[in-house]
């Protein structure tokens, strides 16, 4: 792959970490108020849901972020002649 190349993914994946981030921020704060509101069954299925949805919502972000990383490694490699 091509310096190019590299940037283009790097600036992909950095754009879903900042998606991964603001979805983690805004699921996270919906579930806290849930828990200070679990009246009924509803409530606590949408609660169990928000922590599913924040949980696949970190682990996204630090994959995410990971690739960002190897990218900017193979970048450097590359511009080192490697």
Request: aromatic share 10%; net charge neutral.
């Amino acid at each position: 792959m091509d310096r190019e190349g590299l940037r283009e993914r790097i600036r992909f994946y950095t754009e879903m970490v900042k998606l991964g981030t603001v979805v983690s921020l805004t699921v996270g704060g919906g579930a806290v108020g849930l828990v200070f509101n679990l009246k009924d069954e509803l409530r606590v299925l949408a609660f169990i849901g928000a922590v599913f949805v924040e949980i696949v919502s970190v682990m996204f972000t630090v994959h995410s972020y990971i690739k960002v990383l190897d990218y900017l490694e193979r970048l450097e490699k590359l511009k080192e002649g490697g």
